[in-house]
């Protein structure tokens, strides 16, 4: 049973940056498409962006897309969210999830259901 444990959270000025990891353990990460969300406070869980299988394809929201990115390292059975310039609006728990698939060009962010295995997130706090 795949597990996902999430870190790189924190407080971070406007401007900076973070590096969230989704470590997998139970399963190799390199048969999943890993999906980024999160949720700020009041608000419903959003799609960040998603990596296929084999980490050839990421998709990005528009809204973060010059700022965010998405990486897996199969060798640490990782994945990663980058983030830069933060801003205000980033505040948020940010959740990885992971789901099984077959083929290797497809991930979605668009839908939680889509998502099986989820980590238990990790707050990141943007102050002005």
């Known amino acids: 049973q795949l597990q996902l444990v999430e870190s790189g959270g924190g407080l971070v000025q406007s401007g900076g940056s973070l590096r969230l990891s989704c470590a997998a353990s139970g399963s190799a990460l390199d048969s999943y498409a890993v999906g980024w969300f999160r949720q700020g406070p009041g608000q419903e869980r959003e799609g960040v962006g998603c990596i296929t299988v084999n980490g050839g394809i990421t998709k990005i929201t528009p809204s973060v897309k010059d700022r965010f990115t998405i990486s897996k390292d199969h060798a640490k059975n990782t994945a990663y969210l980058q983030m830069n310039n933060l801003e205000a609006g980033d505040t948020a728990i940010y959740y990885c999830?992971?789901?099984?698939?077959?083929?290797?060009?497809?991930?979605?962010?668009?839908?939680?259901?889509?998502?099986?295995?989820w980590g238990q997130g990790t707050q990141v706090t943007v102050s002005a």
């Open positions: 999830a992971a789901v099984d698939v077959y083929v290797d060009y497809v991930c979605r962010f668009d839908s939680v259901e889509w998502y099986d295995n």
